[in-house]
């Protein structure tokens, strides 16, 4: 039982007789040379002193004969305290393990780096705990010193099996682990099942443990993470207790990263951790990445200080003054400077993608700063002071528009084949954009011409002289034009079609009476058409007609002038109209255009719509 790596003659849990509690740095390396052996250089060397006990939450020790470990395995929590960002969780936990209402199965599920594993073996530490006296009881606050912790820790307790779903996805594998649920536990409380990644498990995997899922044994727990919950199976699903971790928001983010650089005494600027916190979206595994990153990647001539500008260049992100400049330029219309600002930009390696990114993030912050919400991240007092002045400079439709189309121009050059070139024509429309009249004033404005609309030249009065007008003649009896159409109707009827289309467009009739028409045409029109007429004529009446070609000046207009003349009279009452005339009054290039030509489907306009 004295397989503890600081104290290998006595029992850890004996009091009086244990040494200072190792280190997290040391746990982790003891589990590690469990599996993989110790280091090359440390095999001859004497195991070093153990270090004070450390505070509840301090960095943890780092032995010189360890090689570097990255941010993410260091600084990964050791109880529930440490584990950030997680409260409900945490206090349903505590009520559960106060009650004694433990269930068997727990399920954590989230997004990358918010704690699903360590929350399991935070779990497995809580349930097995046994106190520095060995004769504590299921906790959320795991001692961390005595033996079932420890080797926890250093992941060797032989009741604590953890499992990868990704690499042991078949059916053998469940089967292992249903015939030793059978046998109680050695050590432990309770024999513990984590298994990670638990989606990847195959169809059959998931049937045969679902028994045993539903009835294990007392002292069986399973602990189950994943990133997709949606994957598993609703068997599954309603078997388990299920903790959803949430992302860790951005200032806490910060302030733990803030704390992290404090124990690994690096100076860090507070702009500089709010860019990493904001690149995490929500991990907290990748924000130590990108920490860790950072630290690395700041220049030694400057003490190694994590500084904004490094981060920005790291991470390719646009400088927050450039952008507020770029975004000044596209209010004041000025394409030339906006055109320059992005090559100055992209020179700088900065992706079109980060540019049109960052402008649709200031169109958000101005939007709050309009609305007196809480802006996200650090904001300097030069910040401040721009994004007031243009939450009072724009309105919020303005802001709404703007916002639509730097999405739409986000989206254009994720699939550009040239995302420059997309980059620079999707905020060169914001210019044109911002041309456009807004539809809520162009709304009142329609409404106060409608109201008052403008003053119409009168039409002329229609003349009494027959003469004058253009549908007869002084003495002429002129039959009406309906009786016109009907007789080519019928001609067009009896499929003489060519012959119909002729009597529309040429002839301006002068008298139609019973086998008799007189007619005039156009002087450009010449062809011999009274041949074709005559037979068309006896097809569609049965008797021959007399047909006659004047040259008479003041003939009436052929049916399809007739039918022109009715259309622009049309357009000319549309075009009178106060909306129309308000509309154009505001657009003075837009045109009518008919519905025929548009292709749009004609709208079924109903009463009750």
């Given at each position: 039982?004295?397989?503890?790596?600081?104290?290998?003659?006595?029992?850890?849990?004996?009091?009086?007789?244990?040494?200072?509690?190792?280190?997290?740095?040391?746990?982790?390396?003891?589990?590690?040379?469990?599996?993989?052996?110790?280091?090359?250089?440390?095999?001859?060397?004497?195991?070093?002193?153990?270090?004070?006990?450390?505070?509840?939450?301090?960095?943890?020790?780092?032995?010189?004969?360890?090689?570097?470990?990255?941010?993410?395995?260091?600084?990964?929590?050791?109880t529930f305290s440490q584990l950030i960002g997680q409260e409900p969780m945490v206090r349903t936990l505590a009520n559960a393990i106060e009650r004694d209402r433990l269930a068997h199965a727990f399920l954590m599920t989230g997004v990358r780096g918010v704690g699903k594993t360590s929350t399991a073996r935070l779990i497995a530490k809580s349930l097995n705990c046994i106190g520095p006296d060995g004769q504590g009881g299921?906790?959320?606050?795991?001692?961390?010193?005595?033996?079932?912790?420890?080797?926890?820790?250093?992941?060797?307790?032989?009741?604590?099996?953890?499992?990868?779903?990704?690499?042991?996805?078949?059916?053998?594998?469940?089967?292992?682990?249903?015939?030793?649920?059978?046998?109680?536990?050695?050590?432990?409380?309770?024999?513990?099942?984590?298994?990670?990644?638990?989606?990847?498990?195959?169809?059959?995997?998931?049937?045969?443990?679902?028994?045993?899922?539903?009835?294990?044994?007392?002292?069986?727990?399973?602990?189950?993470?994943?990133?997709?919950?949606?994957?598993?199976?609703?068997?599954?699903?309603?078997?388990?207790?299920?903790?959803?971790?949430?992302?860790?928001p951005a200032d806490l983010l910060q302030k733990h990263f803030g704390w992290v650089c404090e124990q690994e005494q690096v100076e860090a600027e507070d702009e500089a951790l709010a860019m990493i916190a904001a690149a995490a979206e929500g991990s907290v595994r990748d924000g130590l990445s990108i920490l860790d990153q950072a630290i690395a990647h700041a220049d030694l001539d400057a003490d190694g200080k994590v500084t904004?500008?490094?981060?920005?260049?790291?991470?390719?992100?646009?400088?927050?003054?450039?952008?507020?400049?770029?975004?000044?330029?596209?209010?004041?219309?000025?394409?030339?400077?906006?055109?320059?600002?992005?090559?100055?930009?992209?020179?700088?390696?900065?992706?079109?993608?980060?540019?049109?990114?960052?402008?649709?993030?200031?169109?958000?912050?101005?939007?709050?700063?309009?609305?007196?919400?809480?802006?996200?991240?650090?904001?300097?007092?030069?910040?401040?002071?721009?994004?007031?002045?243009?939450?009072?400079?724009?309105?919020?439709?303005?802001?709404?528009?703007?916002?639509?189309?730097?999405?739409?121009?986000?989206?254009?050059?994720?699939?550009?084949?040239?995302?420059?070139?997309?980059?620079?024509?999707?905020?060169?429309?914001?210019?044109?954009?911002?041309?456009?009249?807004?539809?809520?004033?162009?709304?009142?404005?329609?409404?106060?011409?409608?109201?008052?609309?403008?003053?119409?030249?009168?039409?002329?009065?229609?003349?009494?002289?027959?003469?004058?007008?253009?549908?007869?003649?002084?003495?002429?009896?002129?039959?009406?034009?309906?009786?016109?159409?009907?007789?080519?109707?019928?001609?067009?009827?009896?499929?003489?079609?060519?012959?119909?289309?002729?009597?529309?467009?040429?002839?301006?009739?002068?008298?139609?009476?019973?086998?008799?028409?007189?007619?005039?045409?156009?002087?450009?029109?010449?062809?011999?058409?009274?041949?074709?007429?005559?037979?068309?004529?006896?097809?569609?009446?049965?008797?021959?007609?007399?047909?006659?070609?004047?040259?008479?000046?003041?003939?009436?207009?052929?049916?399809?002038?007739?039918?022109?003349?009715?259309?622009?009279?049309?357009?000319?009452?549309?075009?009178?109209?106060?909306?129309?005339?308000?509309?154009?009054?505001?657009?003075?290039?837009?045109?009518?255009?008919?519905?025929?030509?548009?292709?749009?489907?004609?709208?079924?306009?109903?009463?009750?719509?």
């Amino acid at each position: 039982m004295g397989d503890s790596p600081d104290n290998s003659d006595a029992p850890p849990w004996q009091g009086e007789e244990q040494d200072s509690a190792p280190s997290a740095a040391e746990l982790e390396a003891a589990g590690q040379n469990s599996m993989f052996g110790d280091p090359a250089a440390a095999e001859d060397t004497a195991a070093p002193a153990p270090s004070a006990p450390p505070p509840p939450v301090s960095a943890p020790s780092e032995s010189s004969s360890q090689p570097y470990r990255v941010l993410a395995r260091k600084y990964r929590p050791q109880t529930f305290s440490q584990l950030i960002g997680q409260e409900p969780m945490v206090r349903t936990l505590a009520n559960a393990i106060e009650r004694d209402r433990l269930a068997h199965a727990f399920l954590m599920t989230g997004v990358r780096g918010v704690g699903k594993t360590s929350t399991a073996r935070l779990i497995a530490k809580s349930l097995n705990c046994i106190g520095p006296d060995g004769q504590g009881g299921p906790t959320i606050d795991p001692c961390g010193q005595c033996e079932p912790c420890t080797a926890i820790a250093e992941g060797r307790h032989i009741d604590v099996i953890e499992m990868d779903a990704a690499s042991h996805t078949g059916v053998d594998d469940v089967r292992e682990i249903i015939e030793a649920v059978r046998y109680a536990a050695v050590s432990a409380r309770f024999k513990i099942y984590i298994i990670d990644e638990v989606h990847m498990l195959s169809r059959n995997a998931f049937n045969a443990l679902l028994k045993t899922l539903e009835e294990p044994p007392a002292h069986v727990k399973f602990l189950f993470a994943t990133t997709e919950v949606d994957k598993l199976p609703v068997t599954v699903l309603s078997r388990t207790q299920r903790f959803d971790l949430r992302r860790i928001p951005a200032d806490l983010l910060q302030k733990h990263f803030g704390w992290v650089c404090e124990q690994e005494q690096v100076e860090a600027e507070d702009e500089a951790l709010a860019m990493i916190a904001a690149a995490a979206e929500g991990s907290v595994r990748d924000g130590l990445s990108i920490l860790d990153q950072a630290i690395a990647h700041a220049d030694l001539d400057a003490d190694g200080k994590v500084t904004a500008t490094r981060v920005r260049d790291m991470l390719g992100l646009a400088d927050k003054g450039a952008q507020r400049r770029m975004f000044g330029t596209i209010l004041e219309g000025d394409a030339k400077a906006l055109l320059a600002a992005i090559e100055d930009q992209y020179s700088l390696g900065v992706e079109p993608l980060a540019l049109v990114r960052s402008q649709m993030e200031l169109a958000h912050r101005i939007t709050l700063a309009q609305l007196g919400g809480s802006l996200p991240g650090a904001v300097s007092e030069e910040e401040q002071a721009a994004l007031t002045a243009w939450g009072e400079q724009l309105s919020q439709g303005q802001l709404h528009r703007l916002w639509q189309l730097l999405l739409k121009a986000y989206e254009e050059v994720k699939t550009a084949p040239d995302p420059l070139v997309s980059a620079q024509m999707g905020l060169l429309r914001l210019l044109h954009a911002s041309e456009l009249p807004d539809p809520g004033k162009l709304v009142k404005t329609l409404e106060i011409l409608t109201a008052n609309p403008p003053v119409q030249s009168p039409a002329p009065p229609p003349s009494d002289d027959p003469a004058a007008t253009p549908t007869g003649e002084a003495g002429a009896e002129v039959p009406a034009p309906s009786d016109f159409a009907s007789l080519v109707d019928r001609v067009e009827q009896a499929g003489h079609g060519f012959a119909a289309s002729i009597m529309r467009l040429q002839l301006r009739v002068i008298e139609c009476e019973e086998r008799r028409l007189v007619f005039s045409r156009a002087s450009s029109y010449t062809e011999e058409i009274a041949p074709q007429l005559r037979e068309a004529l006896l097809a569609a009446t049965g008797q021959r007609w007399q047909l006659e070609e004047r040259d008479w000046v003041d003939a009436p207009p052929s049916l399809m002038e007739q039918a022109e003349a009715r259309e622009e009279e049309k357009k000319a009452r549309i075009d009178g109209h106060p909306l129309v005339a308000a509309t154009k009054t505001a657009f003075p290039d837009a045109e009518i255009i008919p519905e025929e030509e548009t292709g749009a489907p004609r709208p079924q306009w109903s009463k009750s719509a």
